[in-house]
């Protein structure tokens, strides 16, 4: 069953890239509406990547 999940969860990422790359040649509207959905859900993901990282109580400078 996870199987199915992450296949179907696979195929929605290759989809909304070849839509981001459709959409940039000037493909229809609703290729321009899931090109936004998957840039705005990429750029969401980046953003909680970076909150996770520098994580409660740590500084953002290096220790190095």
Known sequence: ????????LLALLIGGCACVVWAERGGPRW???VATVTLT?????RDSQKKRRRGP??????DD
């Open 41 to 45: 859900a990429s750029e969401l993901l």
């Open 1 to 8: 069953m996870i199987v199915v999940l992450l296949l179907g």
């Open 57 to 62: 109580g740590r500084s953002g400078g290096n």
């Open 31 to 33: 290729v321009r509406v």
